[in-house]
């Protein structure tokens, strides 16, 4: 299994970016695949998840600005985030899991697999 994230950069505050997560071993029909991030000097907090439902959840922060979307026949999840602000500075994260109910998509420990990180940093 293999989550690969990319997509990120260096971008001027105001600017947008769309992260990326390709998933190689599992299935988006099966998994629930999840965006997280984490701040220099802070814990992994939960963006966003697509459930294999395509049902779509979002952390308070991230409604209105960030929009997650997935390509089942290339097996990708895409995180659209516009307007970016300095607080948005962050590793990246994705991760994949099955059988997770509702109550536990924004659980770190929900999910069995993890890529390796993007890095985004907002700055003028």
């Known amino acids: 299994v293999q989550l690969q994230a990319s997509g990120g950069g260096l971008v001027q505050p105001g600017e947008s970016l769309r992260l990326s997560c390709v998933v190689r071993?599992?299935?988006?029909?099966?998994?629930?695949v999840a965006w997280f991030r984490q701040a220099p000097g802070k814990g992994r907090e939960f963006v966003s998840a697509v459930r294999s439902s395509g049902t779509t959840d979002y952390a308070d922060f991230a409604k209105g600005r960030f929009t997650i979307s997935r390509d089942i026949a290339l097996n990708t999840v895409h995180l659209q985030i516009t307007g970016l602000k300095p607080e948005d500075t962050a590793v990246y994260y994705c991760g994949s899991g099955s059988g997770i109910i509702l109550s536990s998509v924004p659980l770190e420990t929900s999910y069995a697999y993890w890529g390796q990180g993007t890095q985004v940093t907002v700055s003028s």
């Open positions: 071993g599992r299935t988006l029909r099966r998994d629930t």
